[in-house]
């Protein structure tokens, strides 16, 4: 009978399990894991926290007796694995409860050792009050920290996913919420620009937000704690919470001489075995290929850590299955706003020297605007201009984001191009899109750009440009707010206005979203003026200024 050891019970662990135990009846598999419960929900820890989810044992997906009595596999918590001995194939296990060291012997050994919070190395990440949320025992002392202390007011250090939930959830208990980012911008999955739509609307909730300054160090305070920043400012708190990412649990691979990747994940091929042939590895601790950019990456996501169990357990059996990589799909809740993205994005892919590509906005309504409810979605996509492929998208907004974003990572997986996005037949009923929806917009926008019928002005750069500014929405519209220098010539009186524009300069058009400057630049086109088009018009404009990236 050949053993499967496996380390780690919750999703990429857990999977492998029952997967294997599904292909071969005949193998023995025990899973150790050195917390009290396995196979629990991570992603709702959050919602405990929030009491959106009031039972705790909602967060268990399946029990130790549920995977001896359905799958027949051993489950042994508060167990940890010490060592792993490669030359004669055991573990040293530590049973957690006695102290007791013994030796198991294994065949095939699978380390899904997951991640572990970052917590920094400056005083005071230890004092009481600061937590991180990793656990249901994390979660559940904060509840309790809570329910018994009652804080006024929480700082919240780190903008990402997280950091993000645990924002709504504190909000949800009644706590004034400061949210602390050390990079420029929060959510680092998004680029700068789409991520301050976010910013915007914690801010409209009554969150505190702070970008570009960083923990130094947390001091108890009479009022409890008091979280100091890296540029000196002070801010009292009766609750701190650390969201400042997962670090890989690879001390036991690398202690073992298995390859550790240069992002500090264990290193494995596309069938997910590491650098010894006995012994595969899944999960939040490895190392796999970006399928975007080709990079290698470490993605802390339940759903590529379950596909990865899956892909092993068949490798295990001698199935032929392989990881394909990830592109980093993921989403987050906040206030009832959705944001998601997938594949890469702008700044990752300047970031490696790619440059032969384009960025698209547009912020069409999540349905027909003619049906009452329509949202507005913001919506960023990257493609190639060498091929059209689609490369990134980022959305943001109330309704109808998930599934756009669902649809452009499908396309991303299949190698599409922008004219599959344009050409894509999707559901419409005017409640739930539009009969051009807004991933065929997208489509259709970037085809123009890449046929030639626009030219697409760099945002980036528009302080420097020597271009003339046109706006042309209507008087009313510019006398609310507009870009500065830019000149009011409306859509509706162009072409009987068109001859005060000058022909020796660029004129980069703009309008409310995109679609009248399109109008616009065409006519001009058409007309001999070297017309370019502001992507996403002054909508795109509020963004990026709130980003800092223009002016």
């Known amino acids: 009978m050949r053993r499967v050891l496996i380390v780690g019970g919750v999703a990429g662990g857990a999977s492998c399990a029952a997967r294997l135990r599904r292909l071969d009846e005949s193998c023995e598999i025990v899973v150790f894991d050195r917390g009290p419960y396995v196979s629990f929900a991570n992603c709702g820890l959050p919602y405990y926290v929030g009491n959106v989810i009031a039972d705790e044992r909602q967060l268990l997906v399946a029990s130790r007796e549920l995977f001896q009595q359905r799958f027949n596999i051993d489950v042994q918590t508060m167990t940890e694995v010490r060592a792993i001995h490669r030359a004669d194939r055991t573990l040293t296990v530590c049973d957690l409860e006695t102290g007791a060291l013994r030796t198991e012997r294994y065949d095939v050994l699978v380390l899904a050792p997951g991640a572990s919070p970052v917590r920094p190395p400056c005083a005071g990440v230890d ?213 998601a993205c997938t594949g890469a994005t702008e700044k990752g892919l300047r970031r490696i020297g790619a440059s032969n590509f384009a960025a698209i906005y547009l912020h069409p309504g999540h349905h027909a605007g003619y049906f009452p409810g329509a949202k507005p979605i913001h919506l960023k996509l990257l493609f190639s201009l060498d091929d059209g492929k689609v490369l990134g998208a980022q959305a943001v907004g109330q309704e109808g984001v998930d599934k756009r974003i669902d649809v452009l990572a499908t396309a991303i997986q299949f190698g599409g191009t922008v004219d599959d996005l344009a050409e894509a037949e999707l559901c419409y009923a005017p409640q739930y899109g539009a009969a051009k929806d807004p991933v065929n917009l997208a489509g259709m926008i970037a085809q123009n750009v890449l046929h030639g019928d626009v030219e697409l002005a760099d945002w980036a750069t528009l302080d420097r440009s020597s271009a003339l500014l046109l706006d042309v929405r209507e008087p009313d519209e510019f006398a609310a707010g507009h870009i500065p220098n830019a000149v009011s010539i409306p859509l509706s009186q162009l072409r009987t206005r068109y001859r005060e524009l000058p022909r020796d300069r660029s004129v980069y058009v703009y309008c409310g979203v995109g679609q009248r400057a399109y109008f616009a630049a065409r006519f001009l086109r058409h007309h001999g003026f070297q017309a370019a088009n502001l992507s996403g018009g002054y909508t795109t404009y509020l963004a990026l200024r709130r980003a800092g990236i223009v002016p």
């Open 127 to 339: 004092l009481p009050g600061v937590f991180s949320v990793r656990s249901i025992p994390d979660s559940r002392a904060i509840r309790s920290w809570i329910e018994q202390k009652r804080p006024v007011k929480a700082v919240v250090v780190g903008g990402g996913l997280i950091g993000l939930e645990m924002v709504e959830n504190l909000v949800q208990r009644g706590l004034q919420v400061c949210l602390l980012e050390k990079l420029d911008h929060i959510l680092p999955p998004l680029d700068p620009e789409m991520s301050s739509w976010v910013v915007e609307h914690l801010e409209a909730h009554g969150v505190e937000v702070h970008v570009g300054d960083g923990l130094d160090h947390i001091e108890p305070h009479d009022a409890g704690l008091c979280v100091v920043t890296e540029k000196g400012h002070r801010h009292v708190a009766g609750l701190v919470i650390l969201a400042l990412g997962v670090k890989p649990e690879v001390h036991l691979a690398r202690d073992a001489g298995l390859a550790i990747g240069p992002r500090g994940g264990i290193l494995v091929d596309s069938q997910m075995r590491t650098s010894d042939p006995y012994i595969w590895a899944v999960g939040d601790a490895v190392e796999t290929q970006d399928v975007v950019t080709g990079q290698e990456t470490i993605l802390p996501l339940a759903g590529p850590a379950n596909r990865q169990g899956r892909i092993a357990a068949d490798s295990i059996a001698g199935r032929p299955s392989k990881f394909r990589g990830v592109q980093g799909t993921a989403i987050v809740g906040v206030f009832g706003l959705t944001v």
